[in-house]
């Protein structure tokens, strides 16, 4: 059993940051073998890739609509990943979610199938 736990969500004027976490834990799980991705929802919208980070923290990708202003990061240490978010804009708004899947079958990192775990999800709201 693998469980992921964001935190960090929360009311941010336009133009602040937030820094998202996502903790890992499962007794047979080995944080550093997951690609780990960020994922959000806004209401009445589908589910969007945000940022992905691959085992070994070397590559990592972005969509173009955060591009440049978010950062995706993990500390295998402390089964821990993370999203630093600045210059956040209204259409940002949404629940994020953090998702892992085992390295060898993540190929499409933009797909939410790809993921086999995810977390609760955490609301960031934008206000202009």
């Known amino acids: 059993q693998v469980q992921l736990v964001e935190s960090g969500g929360g009311l941010v004027q336009a133009g602040g940051s937030l820094r998202l976490s996502c903790a890992a834990s499962?007794?047979?799980?080995?944080?550093?073998?997951?690609?780990m991705g960020w994922f959000r929802q806004a209401p009445g919208k589908e589910r969007e890739f945000v940022a992905a980070?691959?085992?070994?923290?070397?590559?990592?990708y972005y969509a173009d609509s955060v591009k440049g202003r978010f950062t995706i990061s993990r500390d295998n240490a402390k089964n821990t990943m993370y999203l630093q978010m600045n210059s956040l804009k209204p259409e940002d708004t949404a629940v994020y979610y953090c998702?892992?899947?085992?390295?060898?079958?993540?190929?499409?990192?933009?797909?939410?199938?790809?993921?086999?775990?995810w977390g609760q999800g955490t609301q960031v709201t934008v206000s202009s």
């Open positions: 998702a892992g899947g085992p390295a060898h079958r993540v190929v499409e990192l933009t797909t939410p199938t790809q993921y086999d775990y």
């Open positions: 499962g007794r047979t799980f080995t944080f550093s073998s997951y690609t």
């Open positions: 980070i691959r085992w070994s923290g070397g590559s990592t």
